[in-house]
């Protein structure tokens, strides 16, 4: 028993075992089987890419978004880049007039690196490497036994080549950082607590007190008054009636009763008892400095 080794995305695996001394015809149909698996399962189906290629730029963009399910992409800069990666490439395919089999493989080859990247993290090297044995299985190659596996011919594989030269391999280090680096979730948002008009029993609310003048607040907006505010405007009336005898007392003359002999003499003697106690005080003050004054005098003499 002989066995046949064939390369796959991600290494190399063992192929079914075949008997030795079998016909060309059944060991060419084990080689097509292998052959098959390569660029498997396929990344976009045969409907789907039929689909896009009937789309512009814009409709591309929304069918990719809904076979990858990105559902965040106003917020998550991850699911854009990736969807923009997708887009690219397809529409760089779209350029290069690819069959619906090339379609299928050249966006699988792109799915395919960007999983060895992501799970198997294989660093830029290796997918290189990767790359030259893929192109090999579905390129053209000398020593291919079935010119009907040449899915690229020479031109188109090495526009692959250089196309993801300058969308991948290029970038390599921000597509690590991409997957890699974990960032921290940005707040774009806050909540706030705002505090609203109480519901009234009207439609609409009454406006603010502010925007509209008193007299038209008062004759067409201000709420009729309550049983308290009745009770309070009653109060305030009875005490003004109350208060109105003593306001008529307190305007009557209260020297009707005396004549002007009576008003000069009675100041007469408040005048004398303020000068008589201003007079006191005045004595009492001086004594005491001149007694000061003597004192020193005293003092100087004995000195």
């Given at each position: 028993m002989a066995a046949s080794v064939g390369t796959t995305p991600g290494g190399t695996t063992p192929a079914a075992m075949t008997p030795v001394g079998a016909s060309p015809e059944l060991e060419k149909?084990?080689?097509?089987?292998?052959?098959?698996?390569?660029?498997?399962?396929?990344?976009?189906?045969?409907?789907?890419?039929?689909?896009?290629?009937?789309?512009?730029?814009?409709?591309?963009?929304?069918?990719?978004?809904?076979?990858?399910?990105?559902?965040?992409?106003?917020?998550?800069?991850?699911?854009?880049?990736?969807?923009?990666?997708?887009?690219?490439?397809?529409?760089?395919?779209?350029?290069?007039?690819?069959?619906?089999i090339q379609y299928s493989k050249f966006m699988t080859l792109l799915d395919m690196l960007l999983h060895n990247l992501r799970t198997l993290r294989m660093s830029l090297e290796d997918s290189l490497k990767w790359l030259g044995e893929v192109m090999a299985e579905i390129g053209p190659s000398h020593s291919q036994k079935n010119e009907a596996w040449n899915i690229f011919d020479v031109k188109q594989a090495n526009a692959i080549i250089d196309y993801l030269k300058v969308s991948l391999f290029q970038h390599y280090k921000l597509y690590e950082f991409l997957f890699y680096s974990p960032r921290e979730e940005?707040?774009?948002?806050?909540?706030?607590?705002?505090e609203i008009v109480k519901p009234s029993g009207c439609l609409f609310p009454d406006p603010l007190e502010e925007g509209i003048s008193f007299d038209i607040y008062s004759t067409f907006i201000e709420p009729?008054?309550?049983?308290?505010?009745?009770?309070?405007?009653?109060?305030?009336?009875?005490?003004?009636?109350?208060?109105?005898?003593?306001?008529?007392t307190s305007d009557?003359?209260?020297?009707?009763?005396?004549?002007?002999?009576?008003?000069?003499?009675?100041?007469?003697?408040?005048?004398?008892?303020?000068?008589?106690?201003?007079?006191?005080?005045?004595?009492?003050?001086?004594?005491?400095?001149?007694?000061?004054f003597n004192a020193r005098i005293e003092k100087l003499k004995k000195a």
């Open positions: 149909d084990v080689d097509f089987q292998e052959h098959e698996k390569i660029l498997s399962p396929d990344f976009l189906s045969v409907d789907q890419i039929t689909e896009m290629l009937a789309e512009d730029v814009d409709g591309v963009q929304q069918k990719l978004e809904k076979f990858l399910n990105f559902k965040n992409l106003q917020t998550c800069l991850k699911e854009a880049i990736l969807l923009d990666y997708y887009v690219s490439g397809f529409l760089w395919a779209r350029g290069m007039d690819f069959s619906i940005i707040v774009i948002g806050t909540e706030q607590v705002i009729p008054p309550t049983l308290d505010t009745e009770m309070k405007g009653l109060d305030q009336e009875q005490g003004a009636v109350e208060s109105q005898p003593e306001a008529d009557t003359d209260l020297l009707a009763g005396f004549t002007i002999e009576d008003v000069k003499s009675v100041l007469d003697q408040v005048t004398d008892d303020v000068l008589i106690s201003i007079q006191t005080e005045i004595n009492e003050k001086l004594q005491i400095q001149e007694e000061a």
